[in-house]
């Protein structure tokens, strides 16, 4: 079992950055997948990147590709989401997932999907003017 902790949410201006992060504890023993995701109001949740703490490629939603970066700290325990020119439509809840099997592994690069079993309490990101 892993309680996620995320923090670093708020309210920002368009073309404006956030930095989000994801604290696991305990520590898990082995590195895993870690994925972030987001639901705003009346939509489906997506998927938006994840990362496996062990290192390697990352995956991007191609709504994010390019302003978003998901990084671990060295010891994998902190994942970290810089968003950068930020838009309206990044508005709503964040949540840090782990999938600590491995299970949603494709190609050697974790991705976010319903293998992630543990979930934080998520964190709001507003984006408006």
């Known amino acids: 079992e892993v309680q996620l902790e995320e923090s670093g949410g708020g309210s920002v201006q368009p073309g404006g950055s956030l930095r989000l992060s994801c604290a696991a504890s305990p520590y898990p023993n082995n590195k895993y997948c870690m994925g972030w995701f987001r639901q705003a109001p009346g939509k489906e949740r997506e998927g938006v990147a994840a990362t496996f703490t062990g290192g390697g490629s990352e995956y991007y939603a191609d709504s994010v590709q390019g302003r978003f970066t998901i990084s671990a700290d060295n010891n994998g325990n902190t994942v970290y989401l810089q968003m950068n020119t930020l838009k309206p439509e990044d508005t709503g809840m964040y949540y840090c997932?782990?999938?600590?099997?491995?299970?949603?592994?494709?190609?050697?690069?974790?991705?976010?999907?319903?293998?992630?079993?543990?979930w934080g309490q998520g964190t709001q990101v507003t984006v408006s003017s």
């Open positions: 997932a782990a999938d600590l099997n491995l299970e949603s592994m494709d190609g050697g690069k974790c991705v976010p999907g319903p293998e992630y079993k543990y």
